[in-house]
T-cell receptor, first 114, second 114 residues
Framework: ETGVTQTPRHLVMGMTNKKSLKCEQH?????MYWYKQSAKKPLELMFV???????ENNSVPSRFSPECPNSSHLFLHLHTLQPEDSALYLC?????????????FGPGTRLTVL | RKEVEQDPGPFNVPEGATVAFNCTYS??????FFWYRQDCRKEPKLLMS???SGNEDGRFTAQLNRASQYISLLIRDSKLSDSATYLC???????????????FGRGTQLTVWP
């Protein structure tokens, strides 16, 4: 399935690096999401974009900076991360941002911060 | 109290067994309910939406109990390929910016052995 794609699939970065994660959805959806999944923890919502507008920032540290240039693309810019930020970062999309419809996930970026 | 609570398991069952998972939610205004399946090191994939009247898809049956605020997933005639982590997700409902938010449980790990 290629409805939601994410690049890169794996990323190793140092604490002083700057990198970006990219997500693209080919489903014609209007809402996109970033989630963080750490070992033994539930999925944590980070950001929600609805029609390119950020509608939720779930108290995410400023070292994570999202960008949504259009309804099909979502970026997560990373800078000065900490080792505890190592996790699987998942992008998702849904037809609307109302929460009543299904969210479809990309394959994720497995991030390791050294 | 957590928005969504799920028994993490693990559940270890033989092929052919019937297994059931429950998931409780705290917000009575929740409107939408889902079960996702997540294989090791992969993204969550929608297994079933959960409807008020209950719904069935082959060997899988999902039910909603609004009075007790829980959803359940029943798997009959378990197959080896059913081994995965099963996540429940609940839409918070209500007004405001959290309308589009899904809350996920920690997941229940299932292993089906031959």
């Amino acid at each position: 399935e290629t409805g939601v794609t994410q690049t890169p699939r794996h990323l190793v970065m140092g604490m002083t690096n700057k990198k970006s994660l990219k997500c693209e959805q080919h489903l014609g959806h209007n809402a996109m999401y970033w989630y963080k999944q750490s070992a033994k923890k539930p999925l944590e919502l980070m950001f929600v974009y609805n029609f390119k507008e950020q509608t939720e920032n779930n108290s995410v540290p400023s070292r994570f900076s999202p960008e949504c240039p259009n309804s099909s693309h979502l970026f997560l810019h990373l800078h000065t991360l900490q080792p505890e930020d190592s996790a699987l970062y998942l992008c998702a999309s849904s037809p609307t941002g109302t929460g009543v419809d299904t969210q479809y996930f990309g394959p994720g970026t497995r991030l390791t911060v050294l | 109290r957590k928005e969504v609570e799920q028994d993490p398991g693990p559940f270890n069952v033989p092929e052919g067994a019937t297994v059931a998972f429950n998931c409780t939610y705290s917000n009575s205004a929740s409107q939408s309910f889902f079960w996702y399946r997540q294989d090791c090191r992969k993204e969550p994939k929608l297994l079933m939406s959960v409807y008020s009247s209950g719904n069935e898809d082959g060997r899988f049956t999902a039910q909603l109990n609004r009075a007790s605020q829980y959803i359940s997933l029943l798997i009959r005639d378990s197959k080896l390929s059913d081994s995965a982590t099963y996540l429940c997700a609940v839409n918070r409902g209500g007004r405001g910016s959290t309308l589009g938010r899904l809350y996920f449980g920690r997941g229940t790990q299932l292993t089906v052995w031959p």
